[in-house]
């Protein structure tokens, strides 16, 4: 119960410290570099209201990934040396972001720092990253994160408790005289709040179906914690059918993004025909990818086909939809649900935060982004185990009353939404660790393109554009505004080509060209969407001069 000192120490700010979409994110490099992280953390902590965060309780916890242990470490002292009384941390440092978002909103936390670099590789040559997120346990918003980034070239001083190094792989509590450190079980919290949400009596009698096989890859990042304990513990899934179970500092060597590239064994398994189900996650547990016997489910579809399935197989929805939203570059498949439901449906910009207002107003239930993020208001981040078991429980209701060897599959009850609501083919490519200048330089063509107006009416065989701009939101809760938000165009049968410089890496640039095409005609809902799309594709890349501006002929990830 010995009380401390804090050391005031001199620092000097230092170049490069705005967060982008989802927190900060550099090379693990950069990150150990002098007091990087300390100011970081002192910024944040400085523009916080100041009465609120003394005597407050923060969450703290990340992915696993190399320097999460020494990181931990210097956050705990900071935080101490800033008044903050009470810090909950995952077990080992252990917590994914989802369940950082659950343990705000059950412990009424003040906030939490997250150190993850989500989906990016981790190791002493990759990534690292740390995010701020708000008391109602989602991101930080973007008059937080640009507060944040405007502290960090006034910083001088940061505020460090002499304390010892606090052993995380105990449960339980250490006080040092106002201040006090509670290791929580990393799981605990975010069971509890899916035993509330879902039906486990029915999901497990799915699991236990002879006919039925599941196959999950946590791509040695946080959620092999969670799966372990959620799908063998309560559920009885073979430790072998939980790939890449244990977290790593490095992933084990794995890219951990869950889509058809990164997660090839996994896709390759689906394909053999021998599983019905498999999905995997990403570093941080907030992705997930769904997929079928030989089946891929986009992203995109997937929000939908939850949503128009939610209150029938969902004990949470059961009183019915709030509304719904995407991303604006996630396809229209979405929006068709909302009309048809009568839904209220918000179109708003890549990064989660955008839901949150929403959310918090009561005005949306279920949302989701192409990026392989799906979620609802049961938190305020995406979470990837949430909806695996949305899926789960939308094949345990449809399968409720089928015979063993007759059980309805994902495959056909996607097929079964496309024949209700019509097809959006989608396709996303991605052009990662494009050198910068000639990325802003493709953008830039395309942004004068649009500016001049002069692909208005432009036609592109049976396709005319009808509309080009550069997405503005205005959120309709707070009235903020945020613009450049991707650059749109628009034909007139409602096909969309969208390109965007993504905020989620840490060296270079990543080019993210966008592809959204309905199809109603049954006869052709069944393409190939790499052939649907190739028309659109083929525009978008005369438009942008995309190969000859990058010298990139082909896409590095294709979802």
């Known amino acids: 119960m010995a009380s401390f000192k804090v050391n005031v120490v001199p620092t000097k700010p230092i170049e490069g410290q705005k967060p982008g979409t989802s927190g900060l994110r550099k090379k693990v490099k950069v990150f150990t570099e002098g007091h990087y992280?300390?100011?970081?953390?002192?910024?944040?902590?400085?523009i916080l209201p100041q009465d609120k965060l003394h005597g407050s309780t923060l969450v703290l916890g990340g992915d696993g990934r190399y320097f999460n242990k020494e990181a931990l470490q210097i956050i705990i002292k900071i935080a101490a040396g800033n008044g903050v009384a009470k810090l909950f941390i995952g077990h080992n440092g252990i917590?994914?972001?989802?369940?950082?978002?659950?343990?705000?909103?059950?412990?009424?936390?003040?906030?939490?720092?997250?150190?993850?670099?989500?989906?990016n590789p981790g190791g002493p040559t990759a990534d690292f990253g740390i995010k701020y997120n708000i008391s109602n346990g989602g991101p930080a918003p973007e008059n937080v994160t640009n507060a944040i980034y405007t502290r960090t070239t006034q910083i001088s001083e940061f505020k460090l408790a002499d304390l010892p190094d606090v052993d995380l792989s105990v449960l339980g509590v250490k006080k040092w005289g106002h201040f006090e450190v509670e290791v929580i079980d990393s799981v605990d919290d975010y069971l509890s709040l899916l035993k509330e949400l879902f039906d486990f009596d029915s999901i497990n009698r799915l699991f236990h179906r002879k006919d039925f096989k599941f196959l999950f890859d946590s791509m040695g990042g946080v959620t092999g914690v969670y799966s372990r304990r959620i799908f063998h513990g309560v559920f009885g899934v073979p430790l072998e059918n939980l790939l890449n179970s244990v977290p790593s500092e490095d992933f084990m060597g794995l890219h951990p993004d869950p889509n058809l590239t990164y997660a090839a064994d996994l896709v390759t398994k689906l394909n053999s025909g021998e599983y019905d189900f498999g999905c995997a996650s990403d570093g941080d547990g907030d992705r997930n990818m769904i997929l079928g016997k030989k089946f891929f489910v986009n992203p995109s579809d997937s929000v939908a086909v939850i949503a128009a399935n939610a209150v029938q197989s969902i004990p949470y929805f059961k009183g019915g939809l709030k509304g719904v939203a995407r991303s604006m570059p996630t396809s229209a498949a979405l929006d068709r649900v909302a009309a048809k439901l009568g839904l209220g449906?918000?179109?708003v910009p890549t990064g989660w935060k955008f839901f949150g207002n929403l959310m918090d107003a009561d005005k949306l239930s279920v949302c989701g982004e192409e990026s392989f993020g799906t979620g609802s208001d049961h938190i305020r981040e995406k979470d990837g185990v949430w909806a695996i078991i949305a899926w789960l429980s939308i094949l345990a209701h449809r399968n409720a009353h089928t015979e063993e060897g007759k059980l309805i599959t994902?495959?056909?009850?996607?097929?079964?939404?496309?024949a209700t609501y019509g097809r959006n083919f989608f396709s996303r490519y991605d052009y990662e660790e494009v050198k910068s200048a000639p990325a802003d330089e493709m953008m830039n063509h395309v942004a004068a393109q649009i500016k001049s107006g002069e692909l208005i009416g432009k036609k592109f065989g049976s396709l005319v554009i009808a509309?080009?701009?550069?997405?503005?939101?205005?959120?309709p809760v707070d009235k903020s505004v945020s613009t450049n938000q991707g650059l749109?165009?628009?034909?007139?049968?409602?096909?969309?080509?969208?390109?965007?410089?993504?905020?989620?890496?840490?060296?270079?640039?990543t080019i993210r060209v966008y592809f959204d095409q309905y199809e109603s005609n049954p006869?052709?809902?069944?393409?190939?969407?790499?052939e649907a799309?190739?028309?659109?594709?083929?525009?978008a890349l005369q438009i942008s001069k995309l190969r000859e501006f990058t010298e990139r002929d082909h896409p590095t990830v294709i979802t």
Do not use: C, M
Not at 37 to 46: E, G, I, K, R
Not at 113 to 118: D, G, H, N, Q, R
Not at 467 to 475: H, Q, T, W
């Open 37 to 46: 992280l300390h100011n970081f953390v002192q910024s944040t902590l400085d």
């Open 95 to 119: 917590l994914s972001t989802p369940a950082v978002s659950a343990i705000i909103r059950r412990r009424h936390a003040f906030g939490a720092f997250i150190l993850t670099a989500s989906h």
């Open 345 to 347: 449906f918000y179109e």
């Open 410 to 418: 994902i495959e056909q009850i996607v097929k079964e939404h496309w």
């Open 467 to 475: 509309k080009a701009d550069n997405f503005e939101y205005v959120d």
């Open 488 to 509: 749109r165009l628009i034909f007139e049968d409602g096909s969309r080509i969208i390109y965007r410089l993504s905020g989620t890496g840490s060296s270079g640039a």
């Open 523 to 530: 006869a052709h809902i069944n393409t190939d969407p790499q």
């Open 533 to 539: 799309l190739k028309p659109l594709i083929n525009i």
